[in-house]
């Protein structure tokens, strides 16, 4: 076991490390596992046949190539084992854990032949000699095992059936059939004891069969005269009442592992089934095969437990995505959460894609909002507009400013270039007309105005002081009648003057009372002395 061991550990090193890269072949040379000491090869390596002891110490000078084993004897024609041979590592040696006898890489134990076997290649035979032509003395080739020669279904060096000649009282003596005086219900014994068929393990059933002559058992019995197997040899498993090796049938229960249900290949390894490979529309899961309905692909993946998927199908062999739980969007067949930027609502939206010319934007509530545009766009919406038809950051319609026919965008501000009637621009904006009042070009956001030649502020709005009936003559000098040339007179008869007024006629020229004189009559005017 220790040597099995440490000849596997080798394998496995030498496996590591000489992978080949794509087009390169493993030459005999260089096979083999990097040592030191006189006993490499040119390359610095043992041969393939050989390992490296260490001798276990840091002199790597000490070092030296061991042969691993013997060539394999299974000779054709002068040449080591062909590739063909099952177990061959197709360089002339048995795989690691077999032996070589008879063209023949097994793993047979002490004082069992390999024996050439057309269904299951080969087989392990007790009692045969090392080239497989003949059973040992005492033996007698029975199908393909070897059986003691003095039973009454295998008597002599012929394996003669006795039982067929005299029935249940046949016997074998000095490796003859005989007759003897057994009863019915009894079948003779080569020594001429007359046992019950029924219960004997020597001569069991109307065949009277020694139940011990069944190849590879390890423990039988004879129940209502017929032979049950209950235990076969190391590496047999028991199939019905036969021990079948393990190669082919697999554990104590004899599995036939190229069997299994939707299985199309499989190995026996450690009295285990191991699947390879599965039949079309199945794939391995575990160590069974299963409808790549429910599980899809060589891997077996289970495509509902696929993370935030809320629908999913197998296609080819893939697990295509239809739909994703709440908070995740759909991209490229993975679920990714949905509030990012890169990925916003259920499309998975890439909100810098979508708006043309923005410089920065947001996922929010699953909507791509615009933050901010490019240089010469303004943000309209959530859209981003060229200056040259909106202006400004705030992305103004110039033609739609306050009381204008049309305007323009200069250096990201509206001016209005035409005024609707009733207003004047002031250069940027339209500005309401007002009586005796000019708009001031100053290109403002505001309106401010100036009085015209002639005309009085007065409370911030421009007046002709000289016709104006709430400032005649003056800011705040309100007039009943009429206020002419700054004056403020009232038509009236002379008996309704006023103690301090004077009734006049108007005009009248050099009159103390401007223009008026004493004396009037109907028609004449109440007027304050001048």
Do not use: W
Not at 231 to 253: L, M, P, S, V, W
Not at 482 to 508: H, M, V
């Amino acid at each position: 076991m220790r040597r099995f061991l440490a000849l596997l550990a080798i394998f496995m090193i030498v496996s590591v490390f000489y992978a080949c890269e794509s087009g390169e072949l493993i030459t005999k040379e260089q096979y083999g596992p990097k040592c030191n000491g006189s006993t490499v090869n040119e390359f610095g390596r043992c041969n393939r046949n050989q390992y490296c002891d260490t001798k276990g110490d840091e002199d790597p000078s000490n070092d030296e190539c061991i042969r691993l084993r013997e060539d394999c004897d299974c000779v054709k024609d002068g040449e080591k084992c062909p590739e063909d041979i099952p177990h061959s590592n197709g360089f002339g040696y048995c795989m690691l854990g077999y032996s070589c006898s008879n063209n023949i890489c097994h793993d047979c134990n002490e004082g069992e032949s390999p024996c050439r076997d057309e269904v299951n290649g080969y087989i392990c035979v007790k009692n045969m000699n090392r080239d497989c032509t003949a059973c040992l003395d005492g033996f007698c080739k029975l199908g393909s095992a070897c059986v003691p020669n003095t039973s009454v279904n295998a008597c002599g060096d012929s394996c003669d059936d006795c039982v067929a000649k005299y029935a249940q009282r046949a016997s074998c003596k000095n490796k003859l059939c005989v007759e003897t005086n057994c009863t019915v219900g009894e079948c003779a014994t080569a020594d001429g004891r007359c046992l019950n068929l029924e219960t004997s393990m020597e001569a069991c059933g109307e065949e009277c069969k020694d139940c011990r002559d069944i190849a590879n058992v390890l423990d039988v019995s004879c129940e209502a005269a017929s032979c049950v197997v209950k235990t076969c040899q190391e590496k047999f498993c028991k199939n019905g009442n036969t021990c079948i090796h393990n190669d082919t049938h697999c554990g104590a229960e004899c599995i036939d592992c190229t069997n299994l249900e939707n299985v199309l290949n499989a190995t026996c390894n450690d009295g285990s089934c191991i699947v390879d490979e599965c039949k079309s529309g199945y794939c391995k899961n575990g160590n069974s095969c299963v409808s790549s309905d429910t599980q899809c692909g060589a891997d077996c993946i289970d495509c509902t437990s696929i993370d935030n998927a809320a629908s999913t199908v197998c296609d080819a062999g893939v697990c295509k995505l239809n739909s994703c739980v709440e908070g995740y969007c759909l991209n490229a067949n993975e679920c990714i959460k949905n509030d990012s930027n890169k990925f916003c609502g259920p499309n998975c939206t890439d909100c810098a894609s979508i708006i043309e010319n923005a410089k920065s934007t947001s996922c929010v509530n699953d909507v791509c909002v615009l933050e901010a545009c490019e240089s010469n766009y303004c943000k309209d919406a959530d859209s981003c507009i060229n200056t040259d038809l909106k202006c400004g950051s705030g992305c103004h319609n110039c033609s739609t400013l306050p009381n204008t026919n049309s305007g323009e965008c200069r250096q990201g501000a509206c001016y209005a270039t035409s005024c609707k009637s009733g207003y004047t621009s002031n250069g940027r904006v339209c500005c309401i007309d007002k009586a005796h009042a000019s708009v001031i070009e100053d290109n403002a956001d505001i309106c401010s105005y100036e009085c015209n030649t002639g005309i009085t502020e007065c409370n911030g709005v421009c007046v002709n002081i000289k016709t104006d009936m709430l400032h005649c003559g003056g800011c705040n000098a309100p007039c009943a009648g009429n206020c002419t040339d700054g004056r403020c007179s009232i038509k009236r008869g002379c008996q309704d003057c006023l103690e301090q007024e004077a009734c006049c006629y108007y005009p009248y020229p050099n009159s103390g009372f401007a223009g008026c004189y004493e004396g009037g009559h109907e028609g004449y005017l109440c007027a304050l002395p001048n």
